[in-house]
């Protein structure tokens, strides 16, 4: 019979015991870096991705930004600032944004966009212990503006009541195009009194006053939109040239020739104007029974002078369908101050091409427009009291398209 010493026995396990509690905390010890670097990878991970998250919202925000500083008119410098102070609000901090209109890269290219690529490092935590480099992050936007539709009429002054109004027995139909106000007032179009309008849409900043009904192809006129952009914002100024040029006032009949007219222009009798641009330094007054005439011609009023044209003229002037000053048949000089300009005519006139007045109200009376209804008015305010038909298909004569109710969208 054998007999087992379970002392000794003991003593074994005992040594087993330690031997493996030894390895096992060595084991710990060589794999514990891996471990706490793999968790630390694991966070800083989840933090990489929240960053560029919120890096992506910081150019979507910018971007916006920026396109939304483009639709108001605002110069490129103006644009990028818009762009930066966003992001800047956003948390961009010490990161880098770079802002181009229109897009550099991509489908946008050549299309009304704000491009935004911003750029930000990010200093290392856990996974310090195997590198300090900064992990680079970037995130790119574009924010595209489209025009939902094209306009006829657009009145640019932000803020004024009944910036568009119809009123006496006007009976206008305006086709394929809309009529757009950029004033945040209540009243920003108004149409009151027994006139009769027919339009695609009526589009407003602010809202519109109807005393009647309109008849329009939208459902309801739309209010609360965003404004539009001034369509002749990139307009040069006609220099004044040398020397100045005088109507001959004894002369039943004359033609006149391009160039500047120092003493303004008072029109009597039949007068043809030459192609060309007339710079008119002083107001031009087109009188009862005159019978004007001329095509290719744009007729720039310096400063703030203004436009009179009696009921009892016939008037038929047509824009240039090319160059510089295509489809602008008047235009008002935008460093002037407030003023007046009133087109009156009977059925037999026809003003062909756009009257472009930023800083004065268009008074749009009689019953006449252009050829084919190409009649375009731009100006800080409206105010039609006449009948016409007014139609926006007018690109073969050389009239460019006026957005109206455009909408900013991230597009990339």
């Given at each position: 019979?054998?007999?087992?010493?379970?002392?000794?026995?003991?003593?074994?396990?005992?040594?087993?015991?330690?031997?493996?509690?030894?390895?096992?905390?060595?084991?710990?010890a060589l794999t514990l870096?891996?471990?706490?670097?793999?968790?630390?990878?694991?966070?800083?991970?989840?933090?990489?991705?929240?960053?560029s998250l919120r890096l992506q919202a910081t150019a979507d925000a910018a971007a916006y930004a920026g396109a939304l500083e483009q639709i108001s008119g605002s110069d490129k410098p103006t644009i990028v600032a818009a762009a930066t102070q966003s992001a800047a609000t956003n948390g961009l901090g010490s990161g880098t944004i770079v802002v181009n209109t229109p897009p550099t890269s991509g489908p946008n290219t050549t299309k009304k966009?704000?491009?935004?690529?911003?750029?930000?490092?990010?200093?290392?935590?856990?996974?310090?212990?195997?590198?300090?480099?900064?992990?680079?992050?970037?995130?790119r936007a574009v924010a595209l503006i489209t025009d939902a539709s094209k306009a006829c009429m657009e009145a640019l002054d932000p803020t004024a009541s009944q910036a568009v109004g119809f009123s006496g027995n006007?009976?206008?139909?305006?086709?394929?195009?809309v009529i757009m106000s950029n004033s945040n007032a209540p009243d920003a179009i108004k149409l009151q009194g027994s006139a009769a309008l027919q339009v695609d849409c009526l589009i407003s900043a602010g809202g519109v006053s109807l005393s009647n009904p309109v008849t329009t192809v939208c459902a309801a006129p739309i209010t609360q939109a965003l404004p539009a952009s001034d369509p002749f914002a990139d307009l040069p100024t006609p220099a004044a040239s040398n020397p100045c040029k005088n109507i001959n006032g004894n002369k039943t009949t004359q033609t006149i020739q391009p160039g500047t007219y120092c003493g303004g222009m008072n029109l009597n009798g039949t007068i043809t104007l030459s192609p060309g641009v007339y710079v008119v330094q002083g107001n031009l007054k087109i009188n009862a029974g005159a019978v004007i005439l001329g095509?290719?011609?744009?007729?720039?009023?310096?400063?703030?002078?203004?436009?009179?044209?009696?009921?009892?003229?016939?008037?038929?002037?047509?824009?240039?369908?090319?160059?510089?000053?295509s489809g602008v048949l008047f235009y008002g000089d935008r460093?002037?101050?407030?003023?007046?300009?009133?087109?009156?005519?009977?059925?037999?006139?026809?003003?062909?091409?756009?009257?472009?007045?930023?800083?004065?109200?268009?008074?749009?009376?009689?019953?006449?427009?252009?050829?084919s209804g190409c009649t375009q008015v731009v100006?800080?305010?409206?105010?039609?009291?006449?009948?016409?038909?007014?139609?926006?298909?007018?690109?073969?004569?050389?009239?460019?398209d006026i957005p109206a109710a455009q909408s900013v969208a991230l597009a990339e």
């Open positions: 019979m054998t007999f087992i010493c379970f002392t000794g026995i003991r003593r074994i396990a005992n040594g087993i015991r330690r031997g493996t509690s030894a390895n096992v905390a060595t084991i710990f870096p891996i471990v706490v670097g793999a968790a630390g990878f694991g966070v800083e991970t989840s933090y990489w991705y929240y960053n966009a704000v491009e935004v690529i911003v750029r930000q490092n990010l200093d290392r935590m856990f996974t310090s212990i195997f590198t300090q480099a900064q992990v680079p992050e970037q995130a006007t009976s206008v139909k305006v086709t394929h195009c095509s290719g011609v744009t007729i720039f009023m310096q400063g703030s002078n203004t436009v009179s044209m009696n009921g009892n003229a016939t008037v038929t002037l047509s824009a240039p369908t090319s160059g510089t000053y460093t002037g101050t407030a003023a007046q300009s009133t087109f009156n005519g009977t059925a037999d006139s026809l003003l062909t091409g756009a009257l472009y007045f930023p800083k004065q109200q268009v008074n749009y009376l009689g019953n006449f427009s252009g050829n100006a800080n305010t409206i105010q039609w009291s006449g009948s016409a038909t007014v139609n926006q298909n007018c690109s073969s004569l050389g009239m460019r």
